[in-house]
């Protein structure tokens, strides 16, 4: 069993940064792939950011692209998300989900709230 801890999260104006982290317990880490979503009051969950097991695949959502990276190590079971040139409609609550197969498991969230 995995389970999932976000921190990092918080209140920033419009044009600022936040780095969210995702850490993980258990031994078995580095087997599973790692997802970011979010989701906005009133609005369903959406995809956000993807990283393969190694961390060499990398995916963006349309909406994040050259603002959001992800990235992981390994050796700390812990998947970030750097935040910069953050928007108003930035703001949700961010979700990390681990996949291995059919299994998957998701931490509790992280609220981010971008003022205008």
């Known amino acids: 069993q995995v389970q999932l801890v976000e921190s990092g999260g918080g209140l920033v104006q419009a044009g600022g940064s936040l780095r969210l982290s995702c850490a993980a317990s258990?031994?078995?880490?580095?087997?599973?792939?790692i997802n970011w979503f979010r989701q906005a009051p009133g609005k369903e969950r959406e995809f956000v950011a993807y990283i393969s097991r190694s961390g060499i695949s990398i995916n963006y959502a349309d909406s994040v692209k050259g603002r959001f990276t992800i990235s992981r190590d390994n050796a700390k079971n812990t998947v970030y998300l750097q935040m910069n040139s953050l928007k108003p409609e930035d703001t949700a609550v961010y979700y990390c989900?681990?996949?291995?197969?059919?299994?998957?498991?998701w931490g509790q969230g992280a609220q981010v709230t971008v003022s205008s």
């Open positions: 258990g031994p078995t880490f580095s087997n599973y792939v």
């Open positions: 989900k681990a996949n291995s197969g059919a299994t998957e498991y």
